[in-house]
């Protein structure tokens, strides 16, 4: 059974920094690619940073996350991590792991929210 087990999520003041971790289980986690997502009230799922089982990443041709948000993976303890710096009011959200067998990703198409499996997701809120 494939499990996704996310923690770090809370409240933070703008400016501030959290850092997502999501504990894997249930499937070969180097054969892949693990990525978050957030969902703010009202809107779509976004995918903001990918990571593949070569530690290839990702990350939205916007700037909406860009140099501010960072995601690592450790096979070893298989868990995937979102380091997120300069959080700001519009980056609340409930944040959402994923993961999906790498070669059903097509290129380009590694931050759309087609994955297969899912964590149950965690809040971030952002005061100003």
């Known amino acids: 059974e494939v499990q996704l087990v996310e923690s770090g999520g809370g409240l933070v003041q703008a400016g501030g920094s959290l850092r997502l971790s999501c504990v894997t289980s249930?499937?070969?986690?180097?054969?892949?690619?693990l990525a978050w997502f957030r969902q703010a009230p009202g809107k779509g799922r976004e995918g903001v940073a990918c990571?593949?089982?070569?530690?290839?990443?990702?990350?939205p041709r916007s700037d909406s996350v860009r140099g501010r948000f960072s995601i690592s993976s450790d096979h070893a303890q298989r868990t995937v991590y979102l380091q997120m710096n300069d959080l700001q009011p519009e980056d609340a959200a409930v944040y959402y792991c994923?993961?999906?067998?790498?070669?059903?990703?097509?290129?380009?198409?590694?931050?759309?929210?087609?994955?297969?499996?899912w964590g149950q997701g965690i809040q971030v809120a952002v005061s100003s």
């Open positions: 990571i593949d089982g070569m530690h290839q990443t990702y990350y």
């Open positions: 249930g499937f070969p986690f180097a054969e892949y690619a």
């Open positions: 994923a993961a999906n067998r790498i070669d059903e990703i097509m290129g380009g198409q590694e931050l759309d929210p087609d994955y297969d499996y």
